[in-house]
T-cell receptor, first 118, second 115 residues
Framework: GAVVSQHPSRVICKSGTSVKIECRSL??????MFWYRQFPKKSLMLMAT?????????EQGVEKDKFLINHASLTLSTLTVTSAHPEDSSFYIC??????????????FGPGTRLTVT | AQTVTQSQPEMSVQEAETVTLSCTYD???????LFWYKQPPSRQMILVIR??????QNATENRFSVNFQKAAKSFSLKISDSQLGDAAMYFC????????????FGTGTLLAVQP
């Protein structure tokens, strides 16, 4: 089946530094990827949608200069949290859509990345 | 704007019993999909079941079934013969028809399964 990986699974960084999270589709071409943020015991909040080779579309209230998203290939999207602050600490999840899938609802989720900013 | 509402923050069920999780949604679209996702303590999102709006028949996946009431915009999940491994957070989600449209999640229901 379709597998999405995220790296790293956990990361701790110091306030003011930047951290990059990778999202990879292992066995399919991900034409569209989605980045979510999830606070403890809360729902998933969509941050942005990225299409391969295009600029990401950010949800209202999400700072595009702080959360840089790159989707340069059909199997890789990256989320870079720039100048991280403790309030950026959260669980970040990506999902990917199979570009060749006949059914338009197919999205596959990565295992998530726990970011802690100290 | 589309919204998804889960009115039960927490539910509990005895092992082997049946439990129903509620979900309502609001949309003016005619082409859409509805989903139930499970998020166990590992935090990995797992698709439990999906329903295409154009289908009248309720979706079923083994012990999991839905009651899709399109006119009432209701989409409940029934878990039969509950197992300890069913304990998780369950999210109801909506997606407008089309390839790239995003998922809109409800606030989730935390299900506990008592042995």
């Amino acid at each position: 089946g379709a597998v999405v990986s995220q790296h790293p699974s956990r990361v701790i960084c110091k306030s003011g530094t930047s951290v990059k999270i990778e999202c990879r589709s292992l066995d399919f071409q991900a034409t569209t990827m989605f980045w979510y943020r999830q606070f403890p015991k809360k729902s998933l909040m969509l941050m942005a949608t990225s299409n391969e080779g295009s600029k990401a579309t950010y949800e209202q209230g999400v700072e595009k200069d702080k959360f840089l998203i790159n989707h340069a290939s059909l199997t890789l999207s990256t989320l870079t949290v720039t100048s991280a602050h403790p309030e950026d600490s959260s669980f970040y999840i990506c999902s990917a859509r199979d570009g060749l899938a006949i059914q338009s609802y197919e999205q596959y989720f990565g295992p998530g990345t726990r970011l802690t900013v100290t | 704007a589309q919204t998804v509402t889960q009115s039960q923050p927490e539910m509990s069920v005895q092992e082997a019993e049946t439990v129903t999780l509620s979900c309502t949604y609001d949309t003016s679209e005619s082409d859409y999909y509805l989903f139930w996702y499970k998020q166990p303590p590992s935090r990995q999102m797992i698709l439990v079941i999906r329903q295409e709006a154009y289908k009248q028949q309720n979706a079923t996946e083994n012990r999991f079934s839905v009651n899709f009431q399109k006119a009432a915009k209701s989409f409940s999940l029934k878990i039969s013969d509950s197992q300890l491994g069913d304990a998780a957070m369950y999210f109801c989600a909506y997606k407008k028809g089309g390839a790239t449209n995003k998922l809109i999640f409800g606030t989730g229901t935390l299900l506990a399964v008592q042995p």
